[in-house]
């Protein structure tokens, strides 16, 4: 796998280092930014708040967004990245628990690249971050030019 960021957007710090085990696990050696809510999503895409002066050139190679997050949830996170010339394109997996139907259409119609729901059990949660690894990081043309 190659150095390009990964933006893990999560407010569960269980979830955060879960996520991060299972990367490791994985050989996934990405840099991983960590976004704990919707808000500071935002601030590391745009280099404002507590990520000012960030690079905004250098953009993630894919967005891992949970949605049940608190001041902005996921869905308002999606609309806009995908309002947003610089971000559209950016490759977003909903990574999240939620069981909601309602969540699943409305992640799609938002411009989702992709649904996950968090396997319960660690080992299938191990497996299910080594494929999106390899399909997200490895076999997935990108449609912006990722700068390194």
């Not at 996520?19 to 280099?47: M, P």
């Not at 799609?108 to 080594?130: C, H, T, W």
Request: net charge negative; proline share 5%.
């Amino acid at each position: 796998m190659n150095d390009n960021v990964i933006l893990l957007v999560e407010d569960n710090p269980d979830d955060v280092d879960l996520t991060l085990r299972a990367f490791k696990q994985n050989n996934i050696s990405n840099r991983v930014a960590v976004a704990r809510d919707g808000a500071e999503a935002l601030d590391y895409l745009q280099g404002t708040g507590i990520f000012n002066g960030r690079d905004t050139t250098d953009l993630p190679v894919v967005i891992l967004l949970d949605l049940k997050l608190p001041r902005m949830n996921g869905l308002e996170v999606l609309k806009a990245i995908r309002g947003n010339e610089a971000t559209r394109l950016i490759p977003v997996v909903i990574l999240t628990s939620s069981l909601e139907e309602s969540d699943l259409i409305s992640g799609y119609q938002l411009g989702a690249n992709s649904y996950v729901r968090k396997p319960v059990d660690f080992k299938e949660f191990i497996e299910a971050m080594k494929l999106l690894g390899l399909y997200w990081l490895t076999w997935n043309q990108p449609a912006l030019p990722q700068s390194r």
